[in-house]
């Protein structure tokens, strides 16, 4: 139509069944693309500076973690920023952000990815842990070694083989580590999975410190192997992750700050791995 006039040139390829663009078509989208973002990012913040935060945030948190930790939170947020909407969507998977346009993923790493801008939202560890009526059955085990003996209860990963990693607990034991082949009669993708079949006797799990206090009343677990440190299965800390940009929206950040309030005191545990009362 007229923007064709005005370049002079055909920019749209037009058929009976389809229609799609020239060379040229698409050489003018591919420049002018960064220039219209620019002025849609201009707009977004002009109405964050009028007035409320406003818009949606759109957000990806792993399934027991949204579920125990995340969820709780959110009534309180939305009353404090009536103008923002939230998305949860709640997904052990890793997804591409930017693909399926996610503002936020919510995730425990040893360290973010380096294309993208991420908060530390607290610290995070793992701890090792059976029921009482288990460690009857089957005996406490004193070294990680002895691991290779007993029904672990194991995080569903690709890899058809699984290892537990330790580390010796106290300074001068650092650099003492030990890798165990494991092996049980279970494997879930949740956590929360995990710790009921924990709590049932079935076996020793490994889980995250944010469902091992969840839910948990006196006895139903015992740590297991407290002079070991598990190293390197979850991550050591919990980050809200977003895809590089040079501008953060005022909703996301606003969802960002709350979640750092939310968690700023982590998840403790008793010395040794045991729930806090």
Same mark, same amino acid.
Do not use: M
């Given at each position: 139509?007229?923007?064709?006039?005005?370049?002079?040139? =055909?920019?749209?390829?037009?058929?009976?069944?389809?229609?799609?663009?020239?060379?040229?078509?698409?050489?003018?989208?591919?420049?002018?693309? =960064?220039?219209?973002?620019?002025?849609?990012?201009? $707009?977004? #913040?002009?109405? /964050?500076?009028?007035?409320?935060?406003?818009?949606?945030?759109?957000?990806?948190? *792993?399934?027991?973690?949204?579920?125990?930790?995340?969820?709780?939170?959110?009534?309180? $947020?939305?009353?404090?920023?009536? +103008?923002?909407?939230? %998305?949860?969507?709640?997904?052990?998977?890793?997804?591409?952000?930017?693909?399926?346009?996610?503002?936020?993923?919510?995730?425990?790493?040893?360290?973010?990815? %380096?294309?993208?801008?991420?908060?530390?939202?607290?610290?995070?560890?793992? @701890?090792?842990?059976?029921? *009482?009526?288990?460690?009857?059955?089957?005996?406490?085990?004193?070294?990680?070694?002895?691991?290779?003996?007993?029904?672990?209860?194991?995080?569903?990963?690709?890899?058809?083989?699984?290892?537990?990693? $330790?580390?010796?607990?106290?300074?001068?034991?650092?650099? %003492?580590?030990?890798?165990?082949?494991?092996?049980?009669?279970?494997?879930?993708? #949740?956590? +929360?999975?995990?710790?009921?079949?924990?709590?049932?006797?079935?076996?020793?799990?490994?889980?995250? /410190?944010?469902?091992?206090?969840? /839910?948990?009343?006196?006895?139903?677990?015992?740590?297991?192997?407290?002079?070991?440190? *598990? /190293?390197?299965?979850?991550?050591?800390?919990?980050? =809200?992750?977003?895809?590089?940009?040079?501008? @953060? *929206?005022?909703? @996301?950040?606003?969802? @960002?700050?709350?979640?750092?309030?939310?968690?700023?005191?982590?998840?403790?545990?008793?010395?040794?791995?045991?729930?806090?009362?």
């Amino acid at each position: 139509g007229e923007l064709e006039r005005a370049a002079g040139v =055909a920019l749209v390829r037009r058929t009976t069944r389809s229609v799609g663009l020239t060379a040229a078509g698409q050489q003018l989208v591919d420049d002018t693309q =960064a220039s219209f973002t620019h002025i849609a990012q201009s $707009f977004a #913040n002009a109405r /964050d500076l009028a007035g409320q935060p406003r818009g949606l945030v759109r957000v990806t948190a *792993p399934v027991a973690l949204g579920r125990q930790h995340i969820a709780p939170t959110l009534a309180a $947020f939305v009353q404090r920023y009536p +103008e923002i909407k939230l %998305e949860l969507d709640l997904s052990d998977r890793l997804v591409n952000l930017a693909l399926e346009g996610f503002d936020l993923a919510i995730r425990h790493a040893h360290a973010p990815p %380096e294309t993208h801008v991420a908060w530390v939202l607290c610290e995070s560890r793992s @701890v090792l842990v059976a029921s *009482p009526d288990y460690l009857r059955r089957k005996g406490v085990p004193t070294h990680p070694n002895e691991l290779a003996q007993h029904d672990c209860l194991l995080y569903l990963r690709d890899t058809p083989g699984q290892s537990w990693s $330790f580390v010796k607990r106290g300074a001068r034991a650092a650099d %003492e580590r030990v890798i165990v082949a494991v092996h049980g009669p279970l494997r879930a993708n #949740n956590s +929360e999975v995990l710790r009921e079949v924990v709590r049932g006797g079935l076996g020793i799990g490994l889980l995250p /410190d944010f469902t091992a206090i969840t /839910d948990f009343k006196k006895g139903d677990w015992l740590p297991v192997l407290p002079d070991w440190q *598990p /190293d390197g299965f979850f991550g050591e800390r919990l980050y =809200a992750i977003r895809p590089w940009a040079a501008q @953060v *929206p005022c909703a @996301v950040q606003c969802f @960002v700050d709350y979640l750092r309030e939310a968690f700023a005191g982590g998840f403790p545990l008793a010395p040794h791995g045991s729930p806090k009362r």
